[in-house]
């Protein structure tokens, strides 16, 4: 015997059912609980669970470093220096979207507030470029000194900052004019940014000089700077790249490099609470959404170390692949 339903309860039913798997659909891929972390020199992307757990590694393009979600996080793009690419990954299923080809050198980049445009440091052609993250487009460039890296945005994305290494400047984009309106001279090789909660301090990680230096974001001046110095280690071996500050505005994490600790700060202060040990060169670093752990990328021992941030104590170590850069995590 077959069961028929009427035609209009056929189509609410299946409206439901659709309505259902969209939204489970919807809610795996804005909260997979995965960590991704992109490797340098294996070129493939390490996939963790949020106890650090290894779930599998997929291949991806020639040398991949710097990762960022979409602005409503169901996708995640690659910068691939040595393809000169950007890959778009869906986050639910690790599948490749597509290839956003001749971007040259890729190394870092932030999505403006809009989650249209991407601004990206090009390492070897000396600019930042912008680029329609949905269409592909090349839609403004911008000159910049020598080797740039980080990129960071105001929270209305008015401004974006461009780091260059070799020149030793901060470049302020202003993106209503859609000029450089500010080039500020700070310490030797600044790699990375943070801002203070309230946008009234950038924090500047200046490798070969081992600080910090802060700069007044109204002011686009230098105001001051933190200094480095594990026990044990040689000024030289302190080689400061990413630097976190928390929702709260109250700690800073700074990851030391070839010195193989990270220095966790006093934002207000401005003074080191402590020097944790970590793997050999600390490079990359992602908090989780609670803020109570700290991933952190080594590029030297290729692995991540996972620390407690209430005990400021390393929990465990995980091999991932060949020189560790960036960490996503999807727990949003």
């Not at 986050?91 to 507030?113: A, C, Y």
């Amino acid at each position: 015997m077959s069961l028929e339903l009427p035609r209009g309860q056929c189509v609410l039913l299946a409206l439901c059912l659709s309505i259902l798997l969209l939204q489970n659909n919807t809610l795996l891929a804005k909260n997979t609980g995965l960590i991704f972390i992109s490797n340098e020199k294996s070129s493939d992307i390490t996939i963790l669970d949020l106890k650090g757990e290894f779930v599998r590694s997929i291949p991806t393009c020639a040398r991949p470093r710097g990762m960022h979600f979409s602005k409503d996080r169901l996708q995640f793009y690659v910068g691939c220096a040595d393809d000169s690419t950007i890959a778009v990954y869906e986050t639910s299923t690790q599948k490749i979207v597509k290839r956003i080809r001749n971007v040259e050198e890729p190394e870092t980049f932030d999505l403006h507030p809009d989650g249209v445009h991407l601004y990206v440091s090009n390492e070897e052609d000396a600019a930042a470029s912008v680029l329609n993250i949905n269409t592909g487009e090349l839609v403004a460039e911008y000159d910049t000194g020598e080797e740039p890296e980080g990129v960071l945005f105001t929270r209305d994305g008015k401004l974006v900052f461009v780091a260059s290494e070799a020149a030793n400047l901060v470049h302020v984009i202003d993106t209503v004019k859609g000029a450089v309106i500010k080039d500020i001279l700070v310490d030797t090789r600044p790699r990375r940014f943070a801002l203070t909660p309230d946008e009234k301090e950038l924090w500047v990680s200046a490798e070969l000089a081992g600080v910090v230096n802060i700069i007044d974001v109204e002011t686009l001046k230098l105001v001051g700077d933190i200094a480095f110095l594990p026990t044990g280690m040689r000024k030289e071996e302190v080689t400061p790249v990413d630097v976190l500050i928390t929702r709260d505005g109250t700690r800073g994490y700074v990851a030391l490099g070839r010195a193989n600790h990270v220095a966790v700060v006093d934002v207000k202060s401005r003074k080191v609470i402590k020097y944790v040990l970590v793997g050999k060169r600390s490079w990359g670093l992602a908090l989780n959404k609670d803020e109570s752990k700290l991933y952190i990328a080594n590029g030297l021992s290729d692995d991540i170390s996972i620390l407690d941030t209430a005990s400021l104590t390393v929990k465990k170590s995980v091999p991932v692949g060949t020189v560790p850069y960036g960490i996503l995590i999807d727990d949003h």
